[in-house]
């Protein structure tokens, strides 16, 4: 088995936009793969490289069907295949999985793992059914149907966080001071112009038109993030009657799409922006916890990703959580013994907002950028996802001199 490495530098994120903004125009797959080709050629790398790649994407677009067999021919390399996965809010860390594990197995030596959602603008889809009365079928909002009901649990998905605020007894005070200290973390990735999100994000940003030949418009970084202030956070009400959770302790949709190049230890010199910087990949983990309490699930995600690296949460230098509801933060801090101001730094997807796919991948590429500013060590990334799920990485970033 093979050790499998993220080269320094190969990965990047678009600016996330809020529902219907900048980006609502925008075809997700062929729009990630615009993004992918320039960031590439920024990088100075052939798109030939790859082996392999992992899509990930949640909201269906028009010829999806063909998933990464197409993105990877608009970004240079019609000789690439592999799968197309939905996970759900969990699709960044398992499509990471899926590129690691065919590494690791030998079928490939570099592998792109991608997401790409818009969740602006989503299908609307019609269901035939011959055999019901009058030969009427079923149809659903994609976007909007499924975030309002758990097809088994039977809850809309504030419902799940409500039942874990209740269960550790979270009121909405408490949630409005963390979210506070979320907003100030995020403050810290757009001081000095932006300096930490361009990192890893081209700013400005040129937003293509739909058919991706002029530039229709210019974001300076991710567009719906509002001015958070606990005077403002305490005039709103509970989004479900006599309950807690709130419109401003919860991330919003988003469109976006970003991606993390993956190889092996023979390949990493050759794509590395900074040769003496490694980062392996460490471990996973997944759990699902009982129906309609998902902003727990990540307890145990996290739990069974120490586990497989033999590590305890303490030897954990950078966390980052996937919190669509600030309470899955809260939760995780509770669990472990934690500080929950003491994680998050620059921002996460609370603020930031949640195009689903893309998401994770986000949330691992900062905290990689964090790691190496803090010169090395164990990161992790853990966050939900529907169905009372949860997935979670474990990387190391060290100096290989």
């Given at each position: 088995?093979?050790?499998?490495?993220?080269?320094?530098?190969?990965?990047?994120?678009?600016?996330?936009?809020?529902?219907?903004?900048?980006?609502?125009?925008?075809?997700?797959?062929?729009?990630?793969a615009?993004?992918?080709?320039?960031?590439?050629a920024?990088?100075?790398?052939?798109?030939?490289?790859?082996?392999?790649?992992?899509?990930?994407?949640?909201?269906?677009?028009?010829?999806?069907?063909?998933?990464?067999?197409?993105?990877?021919?608009?970004?240079?390399?019609?000789?690439?295949?592999?799968?197309?996965?939905?996970?759900?809010?969990?699709?960044?860390?398992?499509?990471?999985?899926?590129?690691?594990?065919?590494?690791r197995?030998?079928?490939?030596?570099?592998?792109?793992?991608?997401?790409?959602?818009?969740?602006?603008?989503?299908?609307?889809?019609?269901?035939?059914?011959?055999?019901?009365?009058?030969?009427?079928?079923?149809?659903?909002?994609?976007?909007?149907?499924n975030f309002?009901?758990?097809?088994?649990?039977?809850?809309a998905?504030v419902?799940?966080?409500?039942?874990?605020?209740?269960?550790?007894?979270?009121?909405?005070?408490?949630?409005?001071?963390?979210?506070?200290?979320?907003?100030?973390?995020?403050?810290?990735?757009?001081?000095?112009?932006?300096?930490?999100?361009?990192?890893?994000?081209?700013?400005p940003?040129?937003?293509?038109?739909?058919?991706?030949?002029?530039?229709?418009?210019?974001l300076?970084?991710?567009?719906?993030?509002?001015p958070?202030?606990?005077?403002?956070l305490?005039?709103?009400?509970?989004?479900?009657?006599?309950?807690?959770?709130?419109?401003?302790?919860?991330?919003?949709?988003?469109?976006?799409?970003?991606?993390?190049?993956?190889?092996?230890?023979?390949?990493?010199?050759?794509?590395?922006?900074?040769?003496?910087i490694?980062?392996?990949?460490?471990?996973?983990?997944?759990?699902?916890?009982?129906?309609a309490?998902?902003?727990?699930?990540?307890?145990?995600?996290?739990?069974?990703?120490?586990?497989?690296?033999?590590?305890?949460?303490?030897?954990?230098?950078?966390?980052?959580?996937h919190?669509?509801?600030?309470?899955?933060?809260?939760?995780?801090?509770?669990?472990?013994?934690?500080?929950?101001?003491?994680?998050?730094?620059?921002?996460?997807?609370?603020?930031?907002?949640?195009?689903?796919?893309?998401?994770?991948?986000?949330?691992?590429?900062?905290?990689?950028?964090?790691?190496?500013?803090?010169g090395?060590?164990?990161?992790?990334?853990?966050?939900?996802a529907?169905?009372?799920?949860?997935?979670?990485?474990?990387?190391?970033?060290?100096?290989?001199?």
């Amino acid at each position: 088995m093979h050790d499998i490495y993220i080269p320094y530098g190969a990965y990047w994120s678009t600016p996330f936009a809020r529902w219907q903004g900048s980006l609502a125009h925008l075809h997700s797959l062929t729009f990630s793969a615009y993004v992918a080709k320039r960031a590439l050629a920024k990088r100075g790398i052939d798109p030939s490289i790859f082996d392999h790649g992992t899509l990930g994407m949640t909201v269906p677009q028009q010829s999806a069907f063909y998933g990464l067999p197409w993105l990877m021919a608009l970004v240079g390399n019609a000789s690439v295949t592999g799968p197309t996965i939905n996970q759900a809010c969990a699709t960044g860390v398992r499509i990471l999985q899926s590129s690691a594990a065919e590494l690791r197995e030998g079928g490939a030596a570099v592998s792109l793992a991608i997401g790409a959602d818009r969740t602006s603008n989503g299908p609307h889809i019609y269901y035939p059914a011959p055999d019901a009365t009058g030969g009427t079928g079923r149809h659903e909002n994609w976007i909007l149907d499924n975030f309002a009901s758990d097809p088994f649990a039977g809850v809309a998905m504030v419902e799940t966080a409500e039942n874990v605020a209740r269960k550790y007894g979270f009121g909405t005070e408490q949630q409005n001071e963390l979210t506070l200290q979320r907003y100030a973390q995020y403050a810290d990735a757009i001081a000095s112009d932006s300096a930490f999100l361009r990192r890893f994000m081209d700013l400005p940003f040129d937003v293509p038109d739909a058919a991706l030949r002029k530039t229709r418009s210019t974001l300076d970084g991710d567009e719906g993030v509002f001015p958070t202030t606990a005077a403002g956070l305490a005039k709103l009400a509970p989004v479900v009657e006599n309950g807690t959770v709130t419109y401003g302790s919860q991330t919003h949709p988003a469109d976006g799409s970003a991606a993390i190049v993956l190889t092996t230890a023979k390949r990493l010199p050759e794509l590395t922006r900074e040769p003496h910087i490694g980062i392996r990949i460490v471990a996973f983990g997944q759990a699902r916890v009982e129906p309609a309490h998902m902003p727990e699930a990540p307890v145990p995600a996290a739990t069974r990703a120490l586990q497989s690296a033999g590590l305890a949460m303490s030897q954990i230098a950078v966390l980052k959580t996937h919190n669509p509801f600030v309470l899955n933060d809260l939760c995780l801090a509770q669990a472990f013994g934690i500080d929950a101001n003491g994680f998050n730094n620059y921002g996460s997807s609370l603020v930031w907002g949640h195009p689903q796919g893309p998401t994770g991948l986000r949330g691992v590429i900062e905290m990689i950028e964090e790691l190496v500013m803090k010169g090395g060590g164990y990161g992790m990334f853990v966050g939900c996802a529907a169905g009372d799920s949860a997935m979670a990485v474990i990387l190391e970033v060290k100096d290989r001199k």
